[in-house]
């Protein structure tokens, strides 16, 4: 299928992984060097729309994947660490799209943590690494985040067993709608027709189970990412931090990727709060394409 965001042309498709996983994924541009982009949650690649265009325009190819459990995407029961969604994304590009060369990798939100597995695990194909927005399980930073309940409530009520699946069958708009208006620095930047596709794909059966089983994961990726630090040291490619200007992240992004890099350059994104990607597209978009 194909779909048009300001006169680029994405061509979607769905890649068996492994055996009974498919990660549906868009592919835009056919520059040299390649962006993956790996969205967070509660959304689904649509989220890179007002980005697609902007490093398509720069001359870079595009990936934007659905990852494990999103959007079109295969649901499976297990498989949420962080590892092996990276791995997910890892087969897409070489064993699919036949993309072997280096990639820079842009994570918003969960994607965060996605991409810095991504990076952790397959180094040699990382050639730049872009996070936002999420802090991440074993550094200090993410365990101070857990002891600011106020801002973070989410991450326990997550995962918790079954309640969470419970508490919003049918009301799924009504829950995810919090999530988009409480975390905007404008209300209104998402916008209803994404609101509404958001929604839509996470009313699918298996749907509101799997991003919570992202979250449930989150004691196991923090056991792996300070066992990679132990092992391996800090990661050696070069890292971007951003973090929205009006977003709770913007104090400590800085601080945590440097507990786990060591090139590591921060910057805030003007009129952003946590959906940098939806907020202000065009200070994103220029500040990876600077980055590269």
Known sequence: MRETWD????????????????????????????????????????AWRRVVPRLVAAGLRVVLPDYRGAGGSSKPPGGYDKHSMAGDLHALLDDHLGLTGPVTVVGHDIGMMVAYAFARRFPARTERLVVMEAPLPGTAAYEESLRNTDRLWHFQ????????????????????????????????????????????????????????????????????????????????????????????????????????????????????????PEENAAALASAITAFL
């Open 7 to 46: 006169d680029v042309e994405i061509e979607w498709g769905s890649a068996e992984v492994e055996p009974g996983l498919r990660i549906h994924h868009g592919v835009a541009g056919t520059g040299e060097r390649t962006v993956l982009l790996v969205h967070g949650y509660p959304e689904t690649a649509y």
């Open 157 to 276: 009520f997550h995962r918790a067993p079954d309640l969470p699946e419970l508490l919003t069958a049918g009301r799924e708009q009504l829950y995810l709608e919090r999530f988009y208006q409480d975390l905007a620095f404008d209300t209104e930047a998402i916008g209803l027709e994404a609101v509404a596709r958001y929604v839509r794909a996470f009313s699918r059966p298996g749907a509101m189970r799997a991003g919570f089983e992202v979250y449930r994961a989150f004691p196991a990726d923090a056991e792996r990412n300070r066992a990679d630090l132990d092992r391996d040291g800090k990661l050696k490619v070069p890292v971007l931090a951003l973090a929205g200007a009006h977003s709770a992240f913007a104090p400590m992004t800085e601080g945590m990727m440097r507990e786990v890099a060591d090139d590591v350059t921060f910057r805030t994104i003007d009129r952003a709060n946590h959906w940098v």
